[in-house]
């Protein structure tokens, strides 16, 4: 079976800077080639790069056709940048490879199923979301896949001994034993203690003015008491 070939048309692009705004508006994507080459700025269809895109994936190889020039390109997509807006691509590097060439790349990681452990309200705990490899270009996986559907209850772990691909052209970057997802037990939120403070209450002038008028009648009218006493002793 013969293996898609991901191809891309463009143009060599001599519009640069801020001025490439002016590409965006009319749906052209600015982008860069490098490595292997003569870096090379081109511009690309924003429709056609994000159907292939989306078909090929982050790991595939793709195949840009540049406007004169007789072969296409094999490159990978190294980055890209993306308006925090409006969430749409604006600028894509492209990195040139040689195809008989092994490559490092970043994989994406993707949990699938359904764990029992987390429906009985465990914690799934994702340590990564991509896998540094290396391999062919065209042997580089799209992603990995991990089931969580075998964690059957808290503490159980998945690792990278239990990712599924061909080891014989795929070299992982992380020991067999490194835990990439696991269940942990869901946290128990504790309500905080209120402590009420004395509350001082400050009086006015005029609470002030009428707790002195107050104490000042009392001490006389207690003074007046001894007094009276004081008479019908003599």
Known sequence: MTATKHLLHAKKRTVLGKKVKTLRAHHILPAHIYGNTEPLNIE???????????????????????????????????DYMVDPVSGVI???DL?????NVKVKA????????????????GV????????EVEALPTDLPEKFLLDISTLMAIGNELKVS?????QSKVEVFLRPE??????AEPKVEVEPVVTVE???????????AEKETAEGEATVADRATKTESKKEEK
Do not use: C, M, W
């Not at 490194?178 to 269940?183: C, P």
């Not at 004395?198 to 005029?206: F, G």
């Open 44 to 78: 690309l269809e924003e429709k056609e790069f994000l159907t292939v895109f989306e078909e090929a994936g982050e790991t595939s190889v793709l195949y840009v056709q540049v406007e004169g020039e007789k072969d296409s390109r094999p490159v990978l997509v190294a």
């Open 90 to 92: 604006t600028h894509i």
């Open 95 to 99: 990195r040139q490879v040689n195809l």
């Open 106 to 121: 970043h994989v994406p990681l993707d949990v699938v199923g359904e764990s029992e452990a987390v429906k009985a309200g």
């Open 124 to 131: 799934l705990i994702t340590l990564y979301n991509e896998i």
């Open 162 to 166: 239990d990712l599924k691909y061909d």
């Open 178 to 183: 490194e835990v990439l997802v696991l269940i």
């Open 198 to 208: 004395p509350v001082e209450v400050e009086l006015t002038k005029q609470g002030k």
